[in-house]
């Protein structure tokens, strides 16, 4: 064998190896139930968009949402890193998801009577995770130092609770940015940590299930309301159905599916903590671009005949691209390419917008489920045309098994 065989077996070997010591893990019973709580927050920051869809109010869903996504992330992190299979793990998730539901309980008026209920239940959801790794850590622990740092945000949430109008927005949003900025800050610490991958990968998936369920929900939860079901909202349905079908096959059936097949690459590229930390950014994107799309979808279906305003049409159709967008993050960062396909269709989708309000709702609605179903069939005859392409490529003698 010669030198750069012997490399490139080594290197192999070792992304083999990267890959057995993170995999195993399974989604518990328990993570599942926590899950539940989420699924509650979800409609909650859908219903506050669908009330008031100006840019004020996705600046107050964003305000919001990005906590909630941080609390189900942390909870996530804690099952990630600890075995929960004793009652402390559990009792310590179940308590951190008790505080999400008080969050996402206060957040109808979260910038009203309840802000203070938000920001102590953050806090809460904060220190019962902080707690449990402080006086049970492990070895993939991230330190005390950091511990401390990861309750800076939860204190500003609370105290932005007290106060009122943009003093409350402005502390909030100061807090967010520390959480978000936090990580990069802190990298030598979080080197410390060994994510299992996979099943950090699975959480992030069901996440974006939850917020794809939260589609569904507004086609049907609308339709009920509605006195009779008319050609024009059957329809709607049917495109509506089918956008979400496609915005789940995009990821379920093409990305997460690549990512697993690829995911030894992506490991011996970045460290699992840096993996793990692209992972919630681009899901978080993924994510808000869902519900986006489903307060979009629920206007859509009220008024299949007339037209989209701006704001609604805007939801609609740039949930859709930044979806798609997210994936040229992700991909980028993992593998160093592009997909052009989802870049192309993104930006596709953004090029129709200033049409979206010129057509009745079902056109627009229609358009876009469309676009989403000839990227996957882009994509599938790509990825068929590499699979046969694989199958034509002689083998080297060095990969002969003996």
């Known amino acids: 064998m010669n030198a750069p065989s012997a490399t490139l077996r080594s290197k192999a070997d070792d992304e083999t190896a990267a890959i057995g010591k993170v995999a195993g893990k399974k989604v518990t019973p328990a993570e599942l139930f926590c899950d539940l709580v989420f699924v509650f927050a979800i409609v909650q920051v859908s219903a506050l968009l669908h009330h008031d869809h100006s840019w004020a109010g ?3 869903a964003a305000v919001l949402f990005l906590p909630l996504f941080w609390a189900w992330s942390a909870i996530s992190i804690h099952a990630n890193l600890n075995p929960i299979e004793n009652s402390a793990d ?8 008790l505080g999400a539901l008080f969050m996402a309980v206060s957040v109808p008026e979260a910038f009203g009577d309840r802000g203070v209920i938000f920001g102590a239940a953050y806090l809460v959801q904060r220190a019962a995770l902080t707690l449990h790794e402080a006086v049970a850590p492990t070895d993939r622990h991230p330190g005390l130092f950091f511990l401390v740092f990861f309750q800076i945000s939860g204190p500003l949430m609370f105290v932005g609770g007290f106060l009122h109008g943009h003093a409350r927005l402005a502390v909030w949003g100061l807090a967010i940015a520390i959480d978000i900025v936090m990580p990069r800050l802190m990298r030598r610490h979080l080197s410390r940590m060994t994510f299992d991958l996979p099943h950090l990968l699975e959480r992030h998936g069901l996440f974006l299930l939850i917020a794809l369920g939260e589609s569904i ?3 049907g939860a609308t339709a009920v309301t509605l006195d009779h079901l008319s050609s024009p909202v059957i329809a709607t349905m049917i495109s509506g159905f089918a956008l ?4 789940w096959w995009i990821y379920f059936v093409f990305a997460g599916a690549a990512l697993e097949e690829r995911l030894p690459v992506a490991i011996a590229r970045l460290r699992t903590d840096q993996l793990g930390r692209m992972l919630g950014f681009s899901h978080l ?3 808000a671009g869902v519900i986006a799309v489903a307060v ?3 206007e859509a279906i009220a008024h299949p005949e007339h037209h989209l305003d ?5 939801l609609l159709f740039g949930g859709v691209a930044l979806y798609l967008a997210t994936f040229g993050y992700t991909t980028w960062r993992m593998f160093r390419r592009l997909p052009l396909a989802r870049l192309v269709s993104a930006a596709l989708v953004l090029g129709m917008l200033p049409f979206a309000t010129e057509v009745p709702a079902v056109l627009a609605l229609l358009d876009l489920a469309v676009v989403l179903m000839l ?4 994509e599938y005859a790509v990825r068929a045309y590499r699979d046969r392409q694989a199958r034509k490529r002689p083998i080297a003698p060095e990969e002969v098994p003996a």
């Open 244 to 247: 979400v079908c496609g915005l």
């Open 217 to 219: 929900l507004s086609v």
């Open 90 to 97: 559990r009792i310590t998730m179940f308590v951190a998801a």
């Open 296 to 298: 979009g979808l629920a």
């Open 58 to 60: 996705i600046g107050h």
């Open 310 to 314: 701006r704001g609604v049409a805007s």
């Open 285 to 287: 994107w993924l994510v």
């Open 375 to 378: 990227l996957a069939i882009i």
